[in-house]
T-cell receptor
Framework: KAGVTQTPRYLIKTRGQQVTLSCSPISGHRSVSWYQQTPGQGLQFLFE???????NKGNFPGRFSGRQFSNSRSEMNVSTLELGDSALYLC???????????FGPGTRLTVL | AQRVTQPEKLLSVFKGAPVELKCNYSYSGSPELFWYVQYSRQRLQLLLR??SRESIKGFTADLNKGETSFHLKKPFAQEEDSAMYYCALKGSGDDKIIFGKGTRLHILP
């Protein structure tokens, strides 16, 4: 099975812009979670989607949003980018009920 | 609130010496605990989970509910164990997984 894929792998944006990141889960996985990874804070949970519904949400401002499509692919959007949004954004998929999360390679976002 | 604490940001251990990566958690119910590992230039991946009770790459972890801990141990460190290790918790009936901030394990030759 192909692993979790994320596009793009690298992004450079300027403050105030918005960005959309994409994640394709492992075939058959219906749960997709998003994390922000930074050296200081480690992995912070953003949100989790299952069957096109957001089931869980972390403590991030409303500028961070996401969605999931009927084929389980997911996107996350960050509006009005701030310097502090520079991070590696990881997507993980799982097979409902199994709990192990399979991670993608991440999208490295740099905000200038 | 769910919380996972890894008190050490960096742990340096000589090759052949025992390794213990600490993880403490805060959760009122019965959680599932995991250890994830990220080797240099590789994806984050599951190392082991407490319900499996298995040893992976020589690592073991025992869930101690009394001390709310899930420390990762290996009796003899190897150079290839150098990596970033994350402890994670999943609450019962909840698909959200909370990660600790991670511990970088550096094995010295």
């Amino acid at each position: 099975k192909a692993g979790v894929t994320q596009t793009p792998r690298y992004l450079i944006k300027t403050r105030g812009q918005q960005v959309t990141l994409s994640c394709s889960p492992i075939s058959g996985h219906r749960s997709v979670s998003w994390y922000q990874q930074t050296p200081g804070q480690g992995l912070q949970f953003l949100f989790e989607y299952f069957s096109e519904t957001q089931r869980n949400k972390g403590n991030f401002p409303g500028r961070f949003s996401g969605r999931q499509f009927s084929n389980s692919r997911s996107e996350m959007n960050v509006s009005t980018l701030e310097l502090g949004d520079s991070a590696l954004y990881l997507c993980a998929s799982s097979n409902a009920g199994y709990n192990e999360q399979f991670f993608g390679p991440g999208t490295r976002l740099t905000v200038l | 609130a769910q919380r996972v604490t890894q008190p050490e940001k960096l742990l340096s251990v000589f090759k052949g010496a025992p390794v213990e990566l600490k993880c403490n958690y805060s959760y009122s119910g019965s959680p599932e605990l995991f250890w994830y590992v990220q080797y240099s230039r590789q994806r984050l991946q599951l190392l082991l989970r407490h319900i499996s009770r298995e040893s992976i790459k020589g690592f073991t972890a025992d869930l101690n509910k009394g001390e709310t801990s899930f420390h990762l141990k290996k009796p003899f460190a190897q150079e290839e164990d150098s990596a970033m290790y994350y402890c994670a918790l999943k609450g019962s009936g909840d698909d959200k997984i909370i990660f600790g901030k991670g511990t970088r394990l550096h094995i010295l030759p």
